[in-house]
């Protein structure tokens, strides 16, 4: 039987931990950053743990 391939799109965004947790990057940080506070834009440079219950739906996929 064949490797599972895995899904590339979720393979870019995400990294694994050693602990199996999953990090990812915050969203709004393309563009329109003229109106947002730099408090604001410093907090979205952050990386961010993904939930426990979002963490079920990428169990097959990386």
Do not use: C, Y
């Amino acid at each position: 039987m064949n490797k599972l391939k895995v899904s590339k799109s979720i393979f870019k965004r995400f990294k694994v931990t050693s602990t199996g947790k999953l990090l990812r990057q915050k969203a709004s940080r393309s563009h329109l950053l003229e109106k947002k506070t730099p408090k604001r834009k410093r907090k979205l440079r952050k990386v961010v743990l993904v939930s426990n219950k979002d963490r079920l739906n990428f169990r097959n996929r990386l």
